[in-house]
């Protein structure tokens, strides 16, 4: 279906946000699959997207990481077209999913990637958020998913994002002032949520190095539009 897409929201222990989520995009008219894939959550979480008509919901009982929950969607997914969308979003309205989709959707750019309202300053101040989880593009540009495999858990994005680079590809960032996203210290705590974080960020540095991270913004911010 032209200009039509599959949505993947990867989910761990986000029963109290992610109802709000999936309804917004369930009822976007350029979407026309759903896919939520919880990542063996410990909460309401299957039983929330399970309540909800009209998704595709994949769910298994051992915590295997954001990567490997992508992929899964990915796999099931029946449209080139793909949007991520994270399953913590506040405040998300259906004119920023039609913002997300119609740059790539009329061909103006070849992915797209938000800027959610509370993104670090470091990314507002430079216009881009290199690890946003919501992004909109055509699974061509990722080849062989069986590539990810080995990723770790919150590896993905980086290894997009050499796609991107590598290909040239044009990117346009989309700002949702309007958005955020809940912090792990809200959800699980302060101690355990900035453990978490911290763990979050040595993944992806284990995933490309410091100089990688330092050079796919660089490299990243010459291909925005």
Request: aromatic share 6%; with cysteine.
């Amino acid at each position: 279906m032209k200009n039509k897409l599959s949505c993947i929201i990867p989910a761990y222990n986000e029963g109290e946000r992610i109802s709000s989520v999936i309804k917004i995009v369930k009822n976007h008219p350029l979407v026309n699959e759903v896919i939520v894939v919880d990542d063996g959550s410990k909460d309401n979480t299957k039983k929330v997207a399970r309540s909800i008509r009209g998704i595709k919901l994949i769910s298994y009982k051992k915590n295997r990481g954001k990567t490997f929950a992508l992929l899964k969607g990915l796999s099931s997914a029946k449209n080139e077209l793909i949007m991520f969308i994270d399953s913590d979003l506040i405040g998300l309205s259906k004119k920023n999913i039609t913002n997300l989709i119609v740059p790539v959707t009329k061909g103006e750019v070849d992915i797209s990637i938000s800027l959610r309202g509370n993104s670090l300053a470091i990314f507002k101040m430079l216009g881009l958020d290199f690890v946003s989880g919501e992004r909109v593009f055509n699974k061509k540009i990722l080849g062989d998913i069986n590539r990810f495999k080995s990723l770790t858990g919150f590896g993905f994005e980086s290894f997009l994002n050499k796609q991107i680079i590598n290909n040239k590809l044009r990117i346009k960032v989309v700002n949702w002032t309007n958005v955020s996203h809940a912090r792990k210290a809200e959800k699980i705590g302060f101690i355990r949520g900035q453990l978490a974080e911290f763990s979050m960020v040595l993944q992806i540095i284990r995933t490309i190095g410091i100089h990688g991270v330092i050079s796919q913004i660089m490299k990243m911010r010459r291909l925005m539009k």
